[in-house]
């Protein structure tokens, strides 16, 4: 057995029930609304975008409850002990709290379950934009390399909540969901090189979302140019760490997992690094239109580098490639839609279930795994899957996750109002302090937090309603059950969030 490899020794995640058809209802509604047709539209979201559903979290759910859930099957499937693990991090951009890790929520939810204390794990929190899961797995595997870690696993989990407001291009790109990976020395599913890591890092302002706002702001075309240029460069960085040609990379890998936004941004970023990655081999060029050729190989940015990159995603040879080597990684957020900093993962998970469906055996095939965050940040590394990789995955319990419950999986379709009211709902509200409804102690769900002395008439304050009655029946997972509201002399709990399992 060697003992100097390090990677994924299983991975699971978990989604929400509720899900919107994007194709029904939703597209009915809004090309009324934009005046476009529906014929159009629907092209749009299914072709020009890649989905066909999206995922919505119920009022219970948060990215907490997700992370929780995704944590707790990966250690009740392969029956890992608290005491064996020495670090749960978590990388998230839909964090719940301005100062308490998210992490140790999910801790404190897992010891609960298992009636048990583990106060040896630490428990950090990373943020960048959707690559903060990386960051945590990089620092992860580090850890055990290093033998700092002294227990024999680490676990990253990746969970976000995307959200656009209404009616805007980003409407159709949401989701939510979470992926647990559970890291080791010797791993069965996948050995990473966390020697090799290209990264590049730049000052954008593609997208963020402001401490004010539940929504990203986003400048859509432009975070695909700030995508494709940090990964570009991400890429360079990690063919001069690896003194690699770049036709070699090409040939001496077989997938490459993007980060999804939304599928067809995995044909973008395809185009990008295949284009680059082929432009040094005669043989791949032969292949290619001259014509088109000659374009990729001057130096362009922005809208006619993109013009030019679509055009390569045309070419039959093009298309071959990316089926063999892109297509698979994308196949499960169709159904799922952005789960921002897990959809990368989310797209090795699609991987291993599309090949399984096809009778692949992905045993020793290497993988290039391609992490981006906006704001902006990008990390190129390479792994490659060990015989074993079946048992490191369950495809049943992907099955069960992406079907609906009519189908005999769990998911259930909601409509449009039902979907836009939990767009808009809040857990909590402002509310005027001249409107007489001022309370104290612990009445929930209703209480004004912390009324400022004296009040203004025009004073606004924050009212902690808490989760509405779910959607769905909860049924044996980690719920929100409530926001603390108590400001008192021996607890004091005002925003504070209460999680309980649900049997
Ligand atoms: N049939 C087939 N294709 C159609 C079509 C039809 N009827 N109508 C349009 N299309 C095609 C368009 O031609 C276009 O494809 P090409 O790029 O090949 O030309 C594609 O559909 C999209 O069309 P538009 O550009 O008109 O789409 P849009 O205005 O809805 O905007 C978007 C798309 C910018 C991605 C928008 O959805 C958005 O802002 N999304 C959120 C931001 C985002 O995801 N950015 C990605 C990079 S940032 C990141 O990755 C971090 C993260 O997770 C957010």
């Not at 298309?319 to 994308?330: E, G, I, N």
């Not at 449009?416 to 808009?424: G, K, P, Q």
Request: glycine letters at 8%.
């Amino acid at each position: 057995m060697k003992d100097d490899t390090v990677g994924i020794d299983s991975i699971s995640f978990h989604i929400p029930r509720l899900y919107v058809d994007l194709l029904g209802e939703f597209s009915e509604v809004r090309s009324q609304q934009s005046g476009e047709t529906l014929d159009k539209l629907r092209g749009k979201i299914q072709q020009g975008i890649g989905v066909e559903w999206m995922t919505i979290a119920d009022f219970h759910e948060d990215a907490v409850t997700m992370a929780a859930m995704a944590a707790w099957k990966l250690i009740e499937e392969h029956k890992i002990s608290l005491d064996d693990i020495g670090l749960i991090a978590v990388g998230t951009e839909t964090t719940v709290d301005q100062s308490k890790s998210l992490a140790a929520y999910v801790l404190g939810m897992l010891e609960r379950k298992r009636g048990t204390r583990a106060s040896h794990i630490g428990c950090p929190q990373f943020q960048f934009a959707c690559m903060g899961a990386t960051y945590a797995l990089e620092s992860a595997l580090a850890c055990l390399l290093s033998g700092t870690l002294a227990r024999k696993y680490a676990i990253v989990i990746a969970t976000d909540i995307a959200k656009y407001p209404l009616m805007t291009p980003g409407e159709y790109t949401q989701g939510a969901g979470a992926v647990a990976m559970l890291l080791t020395k010797n791993p069965r599913l996948l050995v990473i090189n966390p020697r090799v890591i290209g990264t590049a890092t730049r000052d954008e302002r593609d997208f963020f979302r402001p401490n004010f706002s539940k929504a990203a702001v986003v400048d859509g075309k432009y975070s695909i140019d700030v995508y494709l240029n940090t990964v570009e460069e991400a890429l360079n960085d990690y063919l001069k760490k690896a003194e690699l040609v770049p036709q070699d990379f090409y040939h001496n890998n077989n997938h490459f997992l993007f980060h999804v936004p939304f599928p067809r941004m995995g044909e973008y970023a395809a185009a990008r690094f295949f284009g680059r990655l082929w432009s040094h081999d005669d043989i791949l060029k032969g292949y290619l239109d001259p014509a088109l050729w000659s374009g990729i190989n001057s130096v362009l940015t922005g809208e006619k580098r993109r013009s030019i990159e679509r055009d390569l995603a045309k070419s039959p040879f093009f298309r071959d490639q990316f089926a063999l080597k892109v297509a698979p990684s994308l196949a499960l957020g169709r159904k799922i839609g952005n789960i921002y900093s897990g959809s990368l993962f989310l797209a090795l998970i699609s991987l291993l279930y599309e090949s399984e469906l096809a009778g692949h055996d992905v045993a020793q095939e290497s993988v290039v795994w391609t992490s981006y965050g906006s704001g902006a940040s990008a990390k190129v590394f390479t792994g490659r899957f060990t015989d074993r990789w079946r048992e490191g995955y369950s495809r049943q319990e992907v099955y069960q996750q992406i079907t609906p419950q009519a189908a005999g999986g769990r998911r259930l379709k909601v409509n449009l109002a039902t979907y836009e009211n939990l767009h808009e709902s809040s857990e909590t509200s402002l509310v005027r302090a001249d409107a007489g409804r001022v309370q104290t102690g612990p009445a929930f769900p209703s209480t004004i937090l912390a009324a400022q002395s004296p009040l203004k008439d025009t004073d606004f304050l924050v009212s902690l309603d808490g989760p509405q009655r779910s959607v769905g029946e909860k049924f044996q997972e980690f719920s929100l059950e409530r926001l603390g509201t108590e400001n008192s002399k021996n607890v004091v709990d005002v925003g504070y969030r209460y999680y309980e399992w649900v049997e």
